[in-house]
């Protein structure tokens, strides 16, 4: 028996040697093993019986039975070494699994909904390949884990998936995860799937490839990828491509997980999945695990500190795993209270351990940003202040104004402008910025996202402070404001209350970028405020209600951009003629401004853009000069002969006019005929109109004009290139997306005449119309094919929007296709928007606002109600009449209380 337990050892030492190679223990030799123990205990009996006979003086009796109990088992004992002895093979390598179960925490708060939704689309045949995609730390990895460990046998079943649990598990012969990462190569993934089906490994891409492909045809698999920041070649790496809708018997899956949306697209996701943070209720229930009830209970007050360390973190999952694990031993109120201090002033870092920062696996999505321009325009992004909607259009002026975007580069203003939604797009993609408020128009920074982009502005030394984003109404009070203000590069006061700069700022030798706007106490800039900024470039004030601009303006000699709109500023200083590197200048909104003193506009040889939209000031016959180098000009006309006379300045590129007034309007229905507004320099860059103010004008009536001789050649060239023979040139306002009819107050109709609406406006997104008190439709609306946004305001005899009998030959295929949020206020006759049911497949918002006699809405049944919101006082919507019932119990969970104004 001992010689026997010695080979059972050393079996068993090598069975175990070769199980951690990943071999397993063939079930022969297992059972030879199992056979040495059984009979171990056979012989410990006979053992333990002789020695009871002996000492009992036992018969011959019982030694013969031991003797022969004895004999047979050393009969079995020899057999049993032998055939051990013999064993060749003691183990095997097995295929592996089909399903490899993940290490994962538990399923946090907000992902079966998410995990319910792939689950679907893996169960749809005409779905092949699915794209997870989201901000770093939003749980793209735990969802991935979750959906592999759901195919594992006996797992909970989903509630939003129609399979049985059962069913599941039996629907992949194989589900393979595997990470790619940056540093993702064919090579590496292929070693990776090989390594999971169990075949051999190649040294050769193209064998290995095909080896892989072999496997995988036949057989049903899903394939799980994580965290891709580029394209990966399933065809290159040996993966059959899944296709749309399936063919064939085999099910081809694949789901991955990126930071960039853009790879949903490359790699030609079928369906995508945006994960979202989580909202407060789940976020709260997720801090609370981290956190646990020993902490939470340990001090009354220590709960209501929670919910607001929450709700700095803006619901991403990372952030509060991480922030709850390092509260989970902080178990006094003044600890919390120093970590609330320490996230509002962006100091992450200072909570956690060093080993648990997230910052650096947050940065690899500013790192994989395509080009240095761009990681410069999103750092620009966090100058804004917390949960600030930012405008579009502000962020892309303020790029501009920093020389990201060169707009000297560009022949039209607008072009330079779509270079910068494309700068908005890609950070969007790369989940660095998110919607707006208004989806359209603005864009958010999630909290975190800002202090990691004020972390990396720092050069990743909380510390180093070189960008200042602060709020409150003390400046350089104490010696570390002092010296904090004398490092930085760059400070945002955006929105801080101050009243004045009562002290001299200190010298600021490296400050490049001061934004004082949206400060709607500050009305006076001292004297001594601009000399301590030699190096300064951008300055923005608007929205403040100074009066003056201190004549030191002339110190700033490196300024590039210069903001002052929606001030109270009444004349510019002389000053300001010495800014020769200026290249932007301001001035929209500005109703006090009288003077500007002659040759100081002139004079500023470097001028690119000049926006005076929105400002009474007459004397811009100087700006002609500028005609060599500016790209865009914003400017109010208020007579016939302005309007002439700016379309005789062929190298103006016209961006923003507004018409005011016109007292020498001899006939003021023709106030758009071509002859006013035909020239290049309007009509191919114009992107804002508005008309008010004209107390003549009964009627518009836009028509086709005179084609000019410049016009004759755009079109022959234009049917050149087309291969056409023949035409009729179509003059319109190919720029214009903004149109503003305001305090028209004699206007009772505008009529086309030989001209398409959508021919003359063929990308015009917003219109609005106020006080124009005698029109009663705007039906020509119907043919506007990109028409975003309509707003109708104070419009007294309005009947209804859209006359459905007034133009009967609308293109009702057409009709709001794009149409995405209405405004109706102060509209006292209005009785209903268009006879005729519409769909309005964009449309998000309805706002409706003091219409009284508004009875009915044209929504239809097929009319999307996921993203509709209607928003208005309680009382009218209870008034609303409806035909069907079951339209309005569709319609019910989309109406919000809106307070009347």
């Known amino acids: 028996m001992r010689q026997l337990e ?18 397993t223990c063939l079930e022969q030799v297992r059972r030879l093993l199992d056979s040495v123990s059984s009979i171990e205990g056979a012989v410990t009996r006979i053992v333990h019986d002789y020695g009871q006979s ?65 689950l679907a689309h893996l169960d749809n045949d005409d779905v092949g390949i699915i794209g997870i995609w989201g901000m770093g730390g939003v749980g793209k990895t735990s969802l991935l884990q979750c959906i592999n460990n759901s195919f594992l046998p006996l797992q909970e079943s989903i509630s939003s998936s129609s399979v049985s649990n059962d069913q599941r598990s039996a629907m992949f012969d194989h589900v393979i995860l595997a990470v790619v990462s940056k540093e993702y190569t064919v090579n590496k993934l292929q070693k990776v799937i090989a390594s999971r089906l169990g075949l051999l490994l190649l040294e050769n891409e193209r064998e ?52 960039m949306e853009q790879v949903c697209g490359s790699l030609g996701a079928h369906e995508r999945i945006k994960i979202n943070c989580l909202e407060q209720e789940d976020a709260w229930q997720l801090f609370r695990e981290m956190v646990g009830q020993d902490t939470l209970k340990s001090d009354p007050r220590i709960p209501r500190l929670a919910s607001q360390v ?20 902080r178990k006094t109120s003044k600890e919390w209270q120093n970590a609330i201090t320490l996230l509002r002033g962006s100091r992450l870092p200072d909570i956690v351990d060093k080993d648990e920062d997230m910052f650096p696996r947050l940065k690899l999505s500013y790192d994989y940003l395509p080009d ?72 958010k920074m999630h909290d975190i996202i800002r202090d990691m982009a004020r972390w990396i502005a720092s050069d990743e030394d909380q510390k180093n402070q070189k960008l200042i984003v602060q709020s409150g109404t003390t400046f350089w009070s104490s010696p570390a404001d002092l010296k904090l203000w004398a490092l930085a590069e760059q400070v945002s006061l955006i929105q801080s209350e101050i009243g004045g700069f009562p002290n001299a700022p200190p010298d600021c030798p490296n400050l490049v970028t001061l934004m004082l706007q949206q400060n709607l106490s500050l009305k006076l800039i001292p004297s001594n405020f601009f000399v301590s900024f030699p190096a300064l470039t951008y300055l923005d004030l608007s929205y403040t209600p100074i009066f003056e601009l201190p004549p030191e303006i002339s110190r700033v000699k490196n300024l590039r951009y210069l903001n002052l709109s929606h001030t109270d500023i009444t004349f510019l200083p002389e ?98 005929l071509p002859e006013f507004l035909n020239k290049h320099n309007m009509s191919s860059s114009l992107q804002q109109l508005s008309i008010e103010y004209c107390e003549t004008l009964e009627k518009l009536i836009m028509e086709k004009g005179v084609e000019t001789a410049e016009h004759s050649r755009y079109n022959a060239f234009t049917q050149r290139k087309k291969g056409r023979h023949s035409a009729n040139w179509k003059w319109c306002l190919r ?159 989309c109406f919000r209380r809106q307070v009347q104004s």
């Not at 010695?6 to 199980?19: G, Q, T």
């Not at 060599?628 to 300045?649: D, F, N, P, V």
């Not at 030989?754 to 106020?770: E, M, N, T």
Request: with cysteine.
């Open 310 to 329: 929450v709700m700095e973190c803006h619901g991403l999952p990372l952030a509060l795993i991480v922030i709850g694990k390092a509260m989970s031993t």
């Open 575 to 672: 000053g300001l003629r010495y800014l020769s590197k200026l290249k932007f200048l301001l001035l929209r909104e500005l109703e006090h401004l009288t003077e500007i003193p002659p040759g100081v506009i002139s004079n500023l040889p470097m001028l690119e853009v000049l926006d005076l939209s929105h400002t009474r000031y007459e004397g811009w016959v100087e700006f002609e000069a500028l005609t060599q180098g500016l790209k865009a000009l914003g400017i109010t006309a208020e007579t016939i002969q302005a309007i002439e006379r700016l379309s005789q300045l062929h190298r103006l590129m016209m961006w923003s006019l507004r018409i005011r007034r016109l007292a020498d309007l001899c006939q003021p229905h023709h106030l758009l």
């Open 54 to 118: 002996r000492c009992l003086g036992g018969c011959s009796i019982n030694f013969w039975c031991i003797n022969r109990r004895a004999t047979h088992k050393l009969v079995r004992m020899v057999a049993l070494r032998e055939e051990i002895n013999n064993l060749e093979v003691l183990t095997a390598r097995l295929p592996p699994p089909p399903v490899e179960e993940m290490p994962q925490t538990s399923t946090f708060p907000g992902m079966s909904p998410n995990l319910g939704k792939v």
């Open 372 to 443: 240095d321009v761009i990681r410069k325009c999103f750092l620009l992004c966090s100058l804004w202040p917390e949960d600030c909607s930012i405008s579009k259009s502000d962020l892309i002026e303020c790029w501009m104004g920093h020389g990201l975007i060169d707009v000297s580069v560009f022949s039209d203003i607008n072009d330079a402008y779509d270079g910068g939604h494309t700068i908005i797009g890609t950070l969007k993609s790369a989940c660095l910025l998110e919607p707006g408020d208004n989806e359209d128009n603005e864009v």
């Open 735 to 893: 720029k214009l997306e903004v149109l503003e009819l305001k305090k028209l107050h004699e206007l009772k109709e505008i009529i086309w005449s030989g001209l398409d609406p959508s021919a003359y406006f063929p990308i015009l997104s917003f219109l609005r119309v106020s006080y124009c008190n005698k029109l009663k439709n705007v039906t020509w609306v119907l043919k506007l094919e990109y028409l975003e946004e309509l707003v109708l305001h104070a419009c007294g005899q309005m009947e209804r929007v859209i006359d459905d009998a007034d133009d009967a030959d609308a293109a009702t295929d057409l009709a709001f296709r794009s149409l995405k949020r209405i405004c109706l206020s102060e509209l006292p006759n209005l009785t209903v928007i268009c006879c005729s049911q519409s769909t309005f497949p964009s449309l998000e918002i309805l706002r409706v606002i003091n219409c009284p006699a508004l009875r009915s809405l044209p929504f239809s049944s097929e009319t999307p109600k996921n993203k509709l919101r209607i928003w208005g006082d309680p009382d009218w919507w209870h008034s609303l009449e409806w035909e069907d019932k079951d339209l309005e119990s569709s319609l019910r969970p």
């Open 208 to 259: 290995q490839a095909t080896a892989i492909f072999r496997y995988l045809k036949c057989r049903n698999f899903l394939l799980l990828l994580d965290d891709l920041w580029r394209k990966v070649d399933l065809k290159a790496v040996g993966v059959p491509l899944p296709s749309k809708p399936r063919t064939g018997r085999h099910k081809h899956k694949v789901v991955f997980t990126t930071r």
């Open 6 to 23: 010695a080979i059972r050892i050393d079996v068993n030492d090598r069975v175990s040697s070769r199980e951690l190679r990943g071999e």
